[in-house]
């Protein structure tokens, strides 16, 4: 899995749009890049998983720029329900081995 | 038609003694994967099941941990004489086959006095 880096923290309030930046420059032409979310005492959970340019559902957006030297989250219209921990990870589509980072602890205030 | 369930969902035990914890993954599901994931840590690969074999068990730390899958559904994790270094939050998870999105259980929280 290639090595990814974002922010340890990031603060927000109800109604506001979250976009964490995670940074893999080292990224392979057969990875992918996947995003889960991780609530307190719950297991990790998937959100998105995108290849290159933009990728929507109905819970986030991931945006990779041409050079997929990074890439973006973008939680729309954050509630106080989505303060979790978020997790982005780089790898082959075959690689079952996942293996998180501490990832970026979203706090969303009211 | 409930997800990934662990249990218990919290273990204290002294240092020495042995532990084993139980994942049932969803139904039908083939694949079945055991992770740890320390306190502010990330997570820890252990072990990989495709129905009843274990093809991959690269992740596990030491010969003091051990699983087992039966009739391609419950799997036990063991830790034989716990050391301190073994706390952790120990996660299960399942897809329907290897390459698939895997759904996680809600951890058992392992502590060792």
């Known amino acids: 899995l290639a090595k990814t880096t974002q922010p340890i923290s990031m603060d927000s309030y109800e109604g506001q749009e979250v976009n964490i930046t995670c940074s893999h420059n080292n990224i392979a032409t057969n990875d992918y890049i996947t995003w889960y979310q991780q609530f307190p005492s719950q297991g990790p959970r998937f959100i998105i998983q995108g290849y290159k340019t933009k990728v929507t559902n109905e819970v986030a957006s991931l945006f990779i720029p041409a050079d997929r030297k990074s890439s973006t989250l973008s939680l729309p219209r954050v509630s106080l329900s989505d303060t979790a921990v978020y997790y982005c990870?780089?790898?082959?589509?075959?690689?079952?081995?996942?293996?998180f980072g501490a990832g970026t602890t979203v706090t969303v205030r009211a | 038609g409930a997800g990934v369930s662990q249990s218990p969902s919290n273990k204290v035990t002294e240092k020495g003694k042995d532990v084993e914890l139980r994942c049932d993954p969803i139904?039908?599901?083939?694949?079945l994967y055991w992770y740890r994931q320390s306190l502010g840590q990330g997570l820890e690969f252990l072990i990989y099941?495709?129905?009843?074999?274990?093809?991959?068990k690269s992740g596990l730390p030491s010969d003091r941990f051990s699983a087992e899958r039966t009739g391609g559904s419950v799997s036990t994790l063991t830790i034989q004489r716990t050391q301190q270094e073994d706390s952790a939050v120990y996660l299960c998870a399942s897809s329907w086959t290897t390459y698939n999105e895997q759904f996680f259980g809600p951890g058992t929280r392992l502590t060792v006095l």
């Open positions: 099941f495709q129905g009843n074999s274990a093809p991959d």
């Open positions: 139904s039908g599901h083939t694949a």
């Open positions: 990870l780089v790898g082959d589509k075959n690689d079952y081995k996942l293996s």
